[in-house]
């Protein structure tokens, strides 16, 4: 009898695609070699995204089928990069307008591609509806540490716009990404600190110390300090003072220290104060190059970071940021938000 190795390229394709087994091409390197093909692939992916919503139903009408395990599987896999993702959704777009059919086509209403990524501002990206990622979907750890590349940052920053989480409870992905915020503060790339920011100041994990890192072996990068303080504000009543502490003295001595050579030290001060009331806009009055300013991440429809803060602005961003970004319909858990961004 043969054995899958044995078997035809084309049959084994067949066999993996009808099991959708990711187990099957780690079972051997010549079977991982015969089903790693682009085409194998993203089919997989299809499959596993795209196929498990019904994308003809109106939006409010939808029902999933998405296997939120699976698809964290396949995020975890190597072959999922930023390059892979964005062909994704270029297949994903095609496919929806296939569903839709070609007079809904010829109706001139724009579908949003790849392109919408361009520049990566979350309130364009995330209307994109047709991605299908299943709530609770986990970013792997391959996304949460360093040395930090722009595909990498980018791919981490899109997940967590995309309402992604990371599991604290079973597995080292919480320590992996503060170490992995350590070393984008180093390395001074502002979008994985953006997106770290939020996954760790979700579970308050954000703390004095990193701040003071930031402050003192980071060079006080202001852009980077603003996600930090933005983020850690948020759930700061609820935090302990001895993890985070926003009228720390060793802060204060150094921007103190610092006021003589330059603003630093006088705009960390402001900065500090402001997130000590939950204060801190993400824009400041007056700020003119803001569009070189990496977003919230969780911006766009659902929040509107131009918003200056007032009880109920900071109401709908905490629960906004308890319930990981995703939209809130009512008074109740974590649960309470829709599913898809």
């Known amino acids: 009898m043969p054995t899958l190795q044995g078997l035809p390229q084309e049959l084994l394709e067949i066999i993996f695609l009808y099991s959708m087994n990711i187990s099957l091409p780690r079972a051997s390197p010549d079977l991982g070699l015969k089903l790693s093909s682009k085409a194998v692939t993203m089919e997989v992916v299809m499959r596993t995204f795209f196929h498990t919503v019904d994308h003809k139903a109106p939006a409010r009408k939808q029902t ?15 072959f999922f990069t930023w390059s892979f993702f ?7 777009h095609d496919a929806f307008i296939n569903l839709r059919g070609k007079a809904w086509e010829k109706t001139g209403v724009a579908i949003p591609d790849a392109s919408y990524f361009d520049g990566l501002w979350p309130f364009k990206f995330t209307t994109i509806n047709f991605l299908s990622f299943a709530e609770g979907f986990l970013i792997p750890e391959k996304l949460l540490h360093g040395p930090w590349t722009e595909e990498k940052a980018s791919l981490l920053y899109v997940l967590v716009s995309l309402n992604g989480e990371i599991d604290w409870k079973g597995s080292m992905a919480g320590e992996i990404a503060k170490e992995g915020l350590r070393t ?15 996954l760790l100041g979700i579970e308050k994990a954000i703390t004095t110390d990193t701040i003071r890192y930031a402050v003192h072996s980071g060079g006080c990068d202001l852009n980077i300090i603003r996600h930090l303080l933005f983020n850690a504000q948020i759930l ?9 502490n926003f ?11 610092r006021t003589s050579s330059d603003d630093h030290g006088e705009r960390l001060k402001d900065m500090l104060k402001k997130a000590e009331k939950f ?7 007056g700020e003119k190059d803001w569009l070189k300013l990496v977003p919230f991440p969780y911006s766009g429809a659902k929040f509107d970071t131009r918003s200056v803060f007032d009880d109920i602005v900071r109401e709908l961003l905490t629960r906004l940021y308890q319930n990981h970004g995703r939209r809130i319909t009512s008074r109740g858990g974590r649960r309470a938000a829709q599913g898809l961004a």
């Not at 964005?86 to 994903?92: G, T």
């Open 64 to 78: 999933g089928t998405s296997d939120v395990s699976r698809q964290s599987e396949l995020l975890a896999c190597r």
């Open 86 to 92: 964005l062909d994704y959704v270029n297949k994903a």
């Open 184 to 198: 984008a503060i180093a390395e001074k790339n502002e979008r994985a600190v953006a997106a770290l920011s939020v």
């Open 236 to 244: 700061y009543k609820d935090t302990p003072k001895d993890v985070i």
């Open 247 to 257: 009228l720390d003295p060793a802060l204060w001595k150094w921007a103190d220290d």
């Open 279 to 285: 204060t801190l806009d993400f824009y400041t009055n």
